[in-house]
């Protein structure tokens, strides 16, 4: 059987004097690398986005995070800080790309900015400044600090027994991730189930309860490092063990 395809959806940046979709390495890296799957750099298009043909191709989906942020008017807020980044053309991607995948039965990974879409696309909310939502911890990066020291594990988060991220660590109850975001989850929409949280209360981790594939969202970066990092490659490892059980059982 030919390799499992996933889908990497793009962010829209500026490169050179032009704007480019644009996927890091390291995600690209973790789907073939860790999932052993063949990942396909899907363009950020919006509305243009034939998602009907794109999904008819996937065998998975990993969402990427990003320095941009979900707009918060798509989650009923006004943006607080005009100053972060935004990517208007990812969120008109991801968000329906998101809700059709999980009808679909689709394998669906979500890291950092991808965890927040999913809360977002199936009608939850974020925190815009966790940092300054009182008992919540920084768990942003320090911007002096270098990417070693930026991306190194920093605190826990205690895994919830029995669910999707528990079995595919191998049934650990707790542990250690990097830790750099300014947002994070607030109401968790309806649909989703906790699977992990910080020691401060923070949703660290969920699934979608009433999905018929695996469908795993992280706040944290897995990708980082994959191959040296037990814990993040069990992870990448259940996502691709899942991508090829879908394109086996759709084939037939």
């Not at 996933?6 to 690209?28: D, I, M, R, S, W």
């Not at 999905?211 to 259940?238: C, R």
Request: with cysteine; net charge negative; aromatic share 4%.
């Amino acid at each position: 059987m030919r390799s499992p395809i996933v889908l990497v959806p793009a962010c829209v940046n500026p490169v050179g004097l032009h704007a480019a979709h644009t996927a890091q390495f390291k995600y690209v890296a973790a789907v073939a690398d860790g999932a052993r799957c063949a990942p396909l750099i899907m363009p950020a298009l919006g509305e243009a986005t034939d998602f009907e043909a794109l999904l008819d191709l996937a065998d998975g989906i990993l969402l990427t995070g990003s320095p941009s942020n979900v707009h918060a008017g798509l989650y009923g807020q006004a943006v607080l800080d005009p100053a972060l980044p935004l990517d208007a053309a990812r969120d008109a991607t991801t968000l329906p790309l998101i809700r059709a995948a999980i009808e679909r039965g689709i394998p669906l990974l979500a890291i950092c900015r991808g965890f927040q879409e999913v809360n977002v696309a199936l009608g939850g909310t974020l925190h815009q400044s966790v940092h300054s939502v009182a008992g919540m911890s920084d768990h942003r990066e320090h911007k002096g600090h270098t990417m070693e020291e930026q991306y190194a594990p920093i605190h826990h988060v205690q895994v919830e027994p029995g669910g999707v991220l528990a079995r595919a660590l191998g049934g650990v109850d707790r542990i250690m991730v990097n830790s750099l975001h300014g947002q994070g989850l607030d109401q968790l929409a309806p649909r989703l189930a906790v699977e992990a949280r910080a020691a401060d209360g923070l949703v660290e981790a969920y699934r979608v309860r009433d999905a018929t594939g695996f469908t795993l969202a992280v706040q944290w970066h897995p990708e980082w490092k994959l191959m040296d990092n037990p814990d993040s490659l069990k992870l990448l490892q259940a996502f691709g063990d899942a991508c090829r059980h879908y394109k086996k059982t759709r084939i037939k």
